[in-house]
């Protein structure tokens, strides 16, 4: 059976990202000439952005083991004291979701990013004592999609804060070609064009397509053409700039409902059975960035986009 890797190997399959690309090769250049870790950064984007795969091309790159956390696994002190005592010189530490670390996981991140040490208090009581372990210098890769949750006291002692830019829809025609081309197919630009239209702007929602599009491909063998990628984005239930069914189910029932009325946020929890943090984290975003919803103060409105996109589906 033949596996593929869907994933970057190196800086230059990485596509997009090109200044913090940039920064980072002339960062890895420095610490391996000055022959010294890097310096600890955070990645700052939304998810499935790359921020987890330029982790491992910084690892490659060092020829160095990579210890993968995730914050909401980091709740009691011990939880990241266990992981760092693994820890060896010039190793890599990559915190993903670091917003979602407890506060106490997040004091004792401080010593080891200031003084590359644990400052841990040991017993109960009159008789605890202050213990400082030293550990070897590596590089804490922290990312986050939720700055604003960042303790301030963590962001500080991050060196290098790197933001994620939004990939074009240039970016997505390559992605998306190098991943058919990895199995033998070869899109016209016409067809990559349209299906980037379907990607989100973002590389993982493109493997995901890649993946549906290319299991129809496997089954189902003929020669690709546009109308045959239509066909398998509608059964698939892909909608046009790649909106998936619970957000059109969204869009439906506040058309069905309250037409291009202002409609209360309590109210759409209500209507359609979804708590109200489902909704406004996960239903919402992407409909409002694509223009399809507006926020006014007397609640949501569909816009003549959602109007026009729900009368062709129906």
């Known amino acids: 059976m033949i596996q593929f890797n869907f994933h970057p190997v190196n800086f230059d399959s990485y596509i997009g990202q090109a200044n913090i690309k940039m920064n980072l090769k002339i960062m890895l250049a420095a610490s391996q000439k000055q022959q010294l870790p890097l310096k600890h950064m955070l990645f700052v984007g939304n998810s499935g952005v790359g921020k987890t795969s330029l982790a491992h091309l910084i690892k490659t790159s060092l ?15 011990s939880d990241l004291i266990s992981s760092l005592m693994q820890v060896k010189a010039f190793n890599l530490v990559f915190i993903d979701e670091v917003h979602a670390i407890s506060r106490e996981v997040a004091e004792i991140l401080y010593p080891v990013l200031d003084d590359n040490c644990l400052n841990l208090l040991l017993g ?10 030293p550990l070897p210098f590596f590089t804490l890769v922290a990312a986050t999609t939720l700055l604003y949750q960042v303790p301030q006291p963590l962001l ?3 060196t290098t804060i790197f933001h994620f830019d939004e ?3 240039d970016d997505m025609q390559q992605i998306l070609n190098n991943l058919f081309l990895k199995v033998g197919i070869k899109l016209s630009l016409e067809e990559l064009v349209f299906l980037a239209s379907y990607s989100r702007n973002n590389p993982r929602a493109a493997l995901k397509l890649f993946y549906r599009i290319y299991d129809y491909l496997l089954v189902t063998p003929q020669l690709i053409k546009l109308k045959f990628l239509q066909e398998i984005l509608n059964n698939l239930k892909v909608y046009q700039d790649g909106l998936e069914w619970g957000e059109v189910n969204y869009l439906k029932q506040i058309y069905l409902l309250f037409q291009t009325q202002p409609v209360g946020l309590s109210t759409l929890s209500q209507v359609l059975s979804e708590p109200l943090l489902t909704i406004t984290n996960i239903l919402e975003p992407f409909l409002l960035k694509k223009g399809y919803l507006v926020k006014t103060s007397r609640g949501r409105v569909l816009t003549n986009k959602a109007v026009e996109f729900l009368k062709n589906i129906t």
């Open 124 to 133: 109960k009581d009159y008789n605890t004592k202050n213990v400082v372990l």
């Open 63 to 77: 020829q160095q083991k990579l210890l993968l956390l995730h914050g909401p696994n980091l709740q009691k002190p």
């Open 167 to 169: 990939y074009t829809n």
């Open 156 to 158: 500080n002692r991050f």
